[in-house]
């Protein structure tokens, strides 16, 4: 059974950090697209950032660029986020995400991953 467990949100004050982890389990392919996708309130859910984890290639929204930093850690499937430079835009319910093979394009489209996990809330106050 595939399992996706987010852990790491909470309230920040603007220009604070964060950070996310997602631990995978039930896979029978380690080799996945990865990442982080978010969702505001009365948004839709964007893309955050994407690994795959066959390689470690990257894929950043434009919005996080410079501010946040994916990584995995294969021995325990587990992905991270690392947030800095917190901004109230920021704020939104992050959701760990799960494509099975190579992140293809475009991969900020959420109707193409398989698995999501439940969720974190991250608050950023001005």
């Known amino acids: 059974q595939v399992q996706l467990v987010e852990s790491g949100g909470g309230s920040v004050q603007a220009g604070g950090s964060l950070r996310l982890s997602c631990v995978a389990s039930g896979f029978t392919n380690s080799r996945n697209c990865m990442g982080w996708f978010r969702q505001a309130p009365g948004k839709e859910r964007e893309g955050v950032a994407i690994t795959y984890t066959g390689a470690r290639t990257r894929y950043y929204a434009d919005s996080v660029k410079g501010r946040f930093t994916i990584s995995q850690e294969n021995a325990k499937n587990t992905v991270y986020l690392q947030m800095s430079s917190l901004k109230p835009e920021d704020t939104a319910m992050y959701y760990c995400?799960?494509?099975?093979?190579?992140?293809?394009?475009?991969?900020?489209?959420?109707?193409?991953?398989?698995?999501w996990g439940q969720g974190t809330q991250v608050t950023v106050s001005s």
């Open positions: 995400a799960v494509r099975s093979g190579y992140c293809g394009f475009p991969w900020g489209s959420a109707d193409k991953y398989n698995y």
